[in-house]
């Protein structure tokens, strides 16, 4: 198939983790026969410097006439002076906006090779599947905001048809899974979370017979998220706290540098993403764990482009991978560290191996 692919490398490690996955997919397009037209375009920090607008027009359009968007990740300390008038941050922000992605889908797979990096105690991670569902496109993020010199308020505010549609397909991905969802809000202190709560009841109730629902607040979640991990499926939650419980849930599987996304609306674009943010602490040394970036990319080939068996290859490579023990710094011991484009070699030649996966086509 052919398919128009935009790349925004973004700051800091953002495009060394892109660089590793744009090989992985051009490899896996030469493989299977694809074309894939990578287009480069510059968002965040890059784009500040180079236009003064962290989401330059020309980005915008190029990702609402592509079939799918992989970004590295934007921001750092070159550009967060609070004085400042525009922030990386609010590129990213922008385009999840603008291409209407209200449904980020962060899957956690604790892997048996990375066990030992949790902090968490191994018997509580053995079999552990979830996804959290975090709102993209409202709440807190989105409100308007003031300032004055002695004040500043963040209005969070969310309508039924904003929670009716993020449920909805939270509970329709729980339908291809265990069946279970848990909604996590804070209802018994938050108006936008009694609503929260009360729609998706309904929706629940009307829709999904078929599919449990369970509500949690938010705080005591953040707790049984690592005392009782296995407990949970599908997770929905509103934008900012999605945002917490993901950078929390990826030490289930041993490292942030390893939790990919898939930012989806009802258009046919996605956004596909690693969680973490630019790593300025390590970046532009090629240490980089380029695992989530590469996931990112096996989430976009199944949901933007419908290759399932080309997806399922690449988290199978990269399983491999990292059940042979190519690990970067953020999962390996000390001085046994893979350098980032030493994993994605690893990868790389793993894909060169015949891949038997269920979702192959006859
Ligand atoms: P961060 O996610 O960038 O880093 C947190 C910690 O995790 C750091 O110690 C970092 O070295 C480590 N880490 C993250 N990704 C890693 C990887 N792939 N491999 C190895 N280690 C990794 O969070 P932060 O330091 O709080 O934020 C830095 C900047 O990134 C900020 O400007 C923030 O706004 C931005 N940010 C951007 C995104 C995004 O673009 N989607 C997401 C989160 C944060
Ligand atoms: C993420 C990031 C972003 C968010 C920031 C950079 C705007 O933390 O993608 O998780 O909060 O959504
Ligand atoms: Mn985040």
């Known amino acids: 198939m052919r398919a128009d692919i935009v790349v925004l490398e973004g700051d800091g490690i953002g495009p060394e983790v892109t660089a590793a996955a744009v090989q992985v997919l051009q490899a896996l397009a030469a493989r299977y026969g694809h074309q894939f037209e990578l287009q480069r375009h510059l968002i965040g920090g890059a784009a500040i410097d180079a236009s003064g607008e962290p989401l330059p027009a020309a980005t915008l359009q190029a990702c609402q006439r592509s079939d799918a968007v992989l970004l590295g990740a934007v921001g750092g300390p070159k550009w967060s002076d609070p004085k400042a008038k525009v922030r990386p941050e609010q590129g990213l922000l922008a385009l999840r906006k603008g291409l209407g992605l209200y449904a980020n889908l962060r899957p956690v797979q604790p892997h048996a090779a990375t066990l030992g990096a949790s902090p968490i105690k191994p018997h509580l991670l053995a079999g552990v599947d979830m996804i959290v569902v975090r709102e993209l496109t409202g709440g807190i993020y989105f409100g308007d905001k003031q300032r004055s010199a002695s004040a500043a308020s963040d209005l969070c505010e969310y309508s039924v048809a ?21 909604s996590v809000d804070k209802a018994n202190v938050l108006e936008t979370s009694r609503l929260w709560r009360e729609v998706a009841t309904r929706v629940a109730r009307e829709e999904f017979p078929d599919v449990t629902l369970e509500h949690q607040l938010v705080d005591s979640m953040a707790m049984h998220l690592i005392a009782k991990p296995r407990a949970f499926d599908v997770i929905v939650t509103e934008n900012m706290f999605g945002d917490i419980l993901t950078d929390e849930a990826s030490m289930l599987a041993g490292s942030l540098g390893l939790l990919p996304s898939a930012s989806l609306g009802e258009g046919k674009v996605g956004l596909y993403e690693p969680i973490h943010g630019s790593a300025p602490d390590i970046a532009g040394r090629g240490i980089a764990n380029p695992c989530g970036t590469i996931l990112s990319a096996a989430l976009l080939l199944r949901h933007s482009l419908g290759l ?15 059940d042979a023990g190519v690990l970067t710094a953020d999962l390996a011991p000390a001085g046994e560290a893979a350098t980032t484009a030493q994993f994605t070699a690893a990868v790389l030649a793993q894909l060169d191996l015949p891949c038997h996966v269920a979702e192959l086509r006859d």
């Open 162 to 182: 904003e929670i009716e549609r993020v449920v909805r397909r939270a509970c329709q991905l729980a339908r291809g899974r265990r069946g279970h969802v848990v």
């Open 308 to 322: 399932d068996a080309e997806a399922a290859c690449l988290e199978q490579a990269v399983a491999a991978v990292l």
